[in-house]
């Protein structure tokens, strides 16, 4: 099966983007499959059956919803081949800016919107820096030279990407993309696959469900910052 | 920056090179002519002929919605090649693109004006233009944004200042820097336009702007002074070009009343405005 990864912030059209693209890929009868990873809820499974895409989703619940992505990745990886999909592609929600579910040799999606600020492309971090494509969305609202200088940033961020914009509510630049999707690498098996980029060392009580605020309920790998200005620095 | 303890980076290859798009980033193939070869209709019946558009003109799109002109925009957009449903292709001087050129410029050929656009940054009008310069690589930056900045003024109704913030502007001040921005910065050698603003811009000298830009300029619009300022008109009917029509010396005599009209009702505007009496 062919493998693509898709991250970006929320809300910045990653669903709309995704479905319209297999609408192409289904209509080139290449038969797709989507695994939507989420924290507590989402309407994604409800949007991609409506767009006839087969979907699963997942909710990582109480857990550290990247991790979760990659303690599932071989599970998820069998559903999409069992379902029969030639294309699978995993639509993670972006949460922290923090993490990248981008795998070395899958395809690496990433998407950001047009509304995001000028400032967007360099916070997004290591999903944006590690995406062999970034799609940019919402290009119908803002101005020409936004889009340009939109677009000129996330080129400093990303030097070797291929860029492209699309609409997600009209699908206008899917059908490229599809066929950049189309060509994803062809994979048998994601075991002993790597990660583009190393999530973050957790662990400590808050992981554990703690809820409490307090030195003294912190325990395991815990990290203090320092801040500026002295009375509260170490 | 990343923290020191952001994550690893974990390299694809000791040495990726920087794409092949990333190096030409800024500079585009400026076609100097662009063909739409004849597709079929809605029916599959075949179209009259080719379009041919060459910079430096204008080109106005009429019809009612659904005769066919946004997929006609989106043919020339997507570099049609026989794989739309119109069977369209679109050819650069003369000849069809191939893979390569295709792949970089998608997205990338076609510039877009269309009513729906907002600026949405927060940022003042002069260092967003100098922004979008130094993303251009231009030589002089400044002088670039300082051009832009005139230019806009000289559209807009209403003169603004380069400290002036982008989301302030009012709709003609907005239209006003879009036009002139894209006029004078834009890397995309065909501009879309989907109708000008009625309120707060010159629309004849914007026209004269875009035109001096050597630009391939396409205008979807109902207004009748936008229409006939087109050299010609393609008219649109069940999803392909059913005319072609040049403008006549009747219809030049036409324009120039309704200009005229225009720059009344704008004069008399202003006069209302400012509270002055028209008597
Ligand atoms: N105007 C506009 N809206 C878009 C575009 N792409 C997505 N949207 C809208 O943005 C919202 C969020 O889209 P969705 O695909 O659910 O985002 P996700 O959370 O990243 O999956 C929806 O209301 C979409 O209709 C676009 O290109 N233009
Ligand atoms: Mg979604």
Same mark, same amino acid.
């Given at each position: 099966?062919?493998?693509?990864?898709?991250?970006?912030?929320?809300?910045?059209?990653?669903? =709309?983007?995704?479905?319209?693209?297999?609408?192409?890929l289904?209509?080139?009868?290449q038969?797709?499959?989507?695994?939507?990873?989420?924290?507590?809820? =989402?309407?994604?499974?409800?949007?991609?059956?409506?767009a006839?895409?087969?979907?699963?989703?997942?909710?990582?619940g109480? +857990?550290?919803?990247?991790?979760?992505?990659?303690?599932?990745?071989?599970?998820?990886?069998?559903?999409?081949?069992?379902?029969?999909?030639?294309?699978?592609?995993?639509?993670?929600?972006?949460?922290?800016?923090r993490c =990248?579910?981008?795998?070395?040799?899958? +395809?690496?999606?990433?998407?950001?919107?047009?509304?995001?600020?000028?400032?967007?492309?360099?916070?997004?971090?290591?999903?944006?820096?590690?995406?062999?494509?970034?799609?940019?969305?919402?290009?119908?609202?803002?101005?020409?030279?936004?889009?340009?200088?939109?677009?000129y940033?996330?080129?400093?961020?990303?030097?070797?990407?291929?860029?492209?914009?699309?609409?997600g509510?009209?699908?206008?630049?899917?059908?490229? +993309?599809?066929?950049?999707?189309?060509?994803?690498?062809?994979?048998? =098996?994601?075991?002993?696959?790597?990660?583009?980029?190393?999530?973050?060392?957790?662990?400590?009580?808050?992981? +554990?469900?703690?809820?409490?605020?307090?030195?003294r309920?912190q325990?395991?790998?815990?990290?203090k910052?320092?801040?500026?200005?002295?009375?509260?620095?170490? | 920056?990343?923290?020191?303890?952001?994550?690893?980076?974990? @390299?694809?290859? !000791?040495?990726?090179?920087?794409?092949p798009?990333?190096?030409?980033?800024?500079?585009?193939?400026?076609?100097?002519?662009?063909? /739409?070869? *004849?597709?079929?209709?809605?029916?599959?019946?075949?179209?009259?002929?080719?379009?041919?558009?060459?910079?430096?003109?204008?080109?106005?799109?009429?019809?009612?919605?659904?005769?066919?002109?946004?997929?006609?925009?989106?043919?020339?957009?997507?570099?049609?090649?026989?794989?739309?449903?119109?069977?369209?292709?679109?050819?650069?001087?003369?000849?069809?693109?191939? *893979?390569?050129?295709r792949?970089?410029?998608?997205?990338?050929?076609?510039?877009?004006?269309?009513?729906?656009?907002?600026?949405v940054?927060?940022?003042?009008?002069?260092?967003?233009?100098?922004? #979008?310069?130094?993303?251009?690589?231009?030589?002089? @930056?400044?002088?670039?944004?300082?051009?832009?900045?005139?230019?806009a003024?000289?559209?807009a109704?209403?003169?603004?200042? !380069?400290?002036?913030?982008?989301?302030?502007?009012?709709?003609g001040?907005?239209?006003?820097?879009?036009?002139?921005?894209?006029?004078?910065?834009?890397?995309? !050698?065909? /501009?879309?336009?989907?109708?000008?603003?009625?309120?707060?811009?010159?629309k004849?000298?914007?026209?004269?702007?875009?035109?001096?830009?050597?630009?391939?300029?396409?205008?979807?619009? #109902?207004?009748?002074?936008?229409?006939?300022?087109?050299?010609?008109?393609?008219?649109?009917? #069940?999803?392909?070009?059913?005319?072609?029509?040049?403008?006549?010396?009747?219809?030049?005599?036409?324009l120039?009343r309704?200009e005229?009209?225009?720059?009344?009702?704008?004069?008399?505007?202003?006069?209302?405005?400012?509270?002055?009496?028209?008597d």
């Open positions: 099966m062919r493998l693509i990864t898709v991250a970006g912030p929320p809300s910045c059209g990653k669903t =709309s983007v995704v479905a319209k693209a297999c609408g192409v289904q209509g080139n009868g038969a797709c499959a989507v695994v939507k990873f989420d924290c507590l809820q =989402s309407r994604d499974g409800d949007l991609y059956r409506a006839g895409v087969p979907v699963s989703v997942a909710f990582s109480g +857990l550290c919803p990247d991790h979760f992505f990659a303690t599932n990745l071989e599970e998820a990886f069998a559903w999409g081949v069992e379902s029969g999909a030639q294309v699978g592609l995993i639509e993670t929600a972006g949460l922290c800016n =990248s579910p981008h795998i070395r040799g899958a +395809l690496a999606v990433c998407v950001i919107d047009n509304l995001m600020g000028i400032d967007a492309p360099e916070k997004i971090g290591p999903m944006l820096r590690m995406a062999d494509i970034v799609i940019v969305t919402k290009g119908d609202l803002v101005s020409q030279a936004e889009r340009e200088v939109y677009r940033r996330i080129r400093q961020m990303n030097k070797r990407a291929v860029i492209r914009h699309v609409n509510l009209t699908g206008q630049g899917c059908a490229e +993309l599809a066929a950049i999707m189309a060509k994803a690498p062809d994979i048998d =098996s994601v075991t002993d696959m790597r990660l583009r980029f190393s999530m973050p060392a957790a662990v400590c009580s808050y992981c +554990l469900s703690e809820t409490r605020i307090g030195g309920y325990k395991g790998n815990v990290k910052a320092k801040f500026a200005g002295g009375v509260h620095a170490e | 920056m990343l923290s020191e303890d952001a994550g690893l980076d974990v @390299p694809e290859s !000791p040495d990726s090179p920087d794409s798009e990333s190096q030409s980033e800024n500079r585009i193939y400026a076609p100097a002519s662009m063909t /739409l070869t *004849a597709g079929r209709d809605k029916s599959s019946r075949p179209e009259a002929g080719d379009v041919v558009f060459r910079s430096g003109e204008i080109t106005a799109l009429l019809g009612p919605t659904g005769s066919g002109k946004s997929r006609f925009l989106s043919d020339i957009e997507s570099l049609a090649c026989g794989d739309t449903p119109t069977g369209r292709t679109l050819l650069l001087d003369g000849r069809a693109p191939d *893979a390569d050129e792949f970089e410029l998608q997205g990338r050929l076609v510039a877009q004006l269309t009513q729906n656009m907002n600026f940054l927060d940022m003042n009008v002069r260092d967003f233009v100098l922004a #979008h310069a130094m993303s251009r690589e231009v030589a002089d @930056p400044e002088a670039a944004a300082r051009r832009v900045l005139d230019a003024n000289a559209l109704g209403e003169p603004f200042g !380069p400290g002036a913030q982008l989301t302030q502007l009012s709709g001040q907005s239209r006003a820097l879009m036009i002139a921005d894209t006029a004078l910065l834009s890397w995309s !050698p065909v /501009l879309l336009i989907d109708e000008i603003e009625n309120a707060g811009v010159d004849r000298r914007a026209l004269d702007l875009l035109l001096a830009s050597d630009k391939i300029i396409v205008i979807a619009t #109902h207004d009748p002074v936008l229409a006939l300022s087109a050299d010609r008109r393609l008219v649109f009917e #069940h999803g392909a070009v059913r005319a072609v029509q040049a403008r006549t010396g009747a219809e030049e005599a036409i120039t309704l005229h009209m225009e720059v009344e009702i704008s004069r008399v505007r202003a006069m209302l405005r400012a509270g002055e009496t028209l």
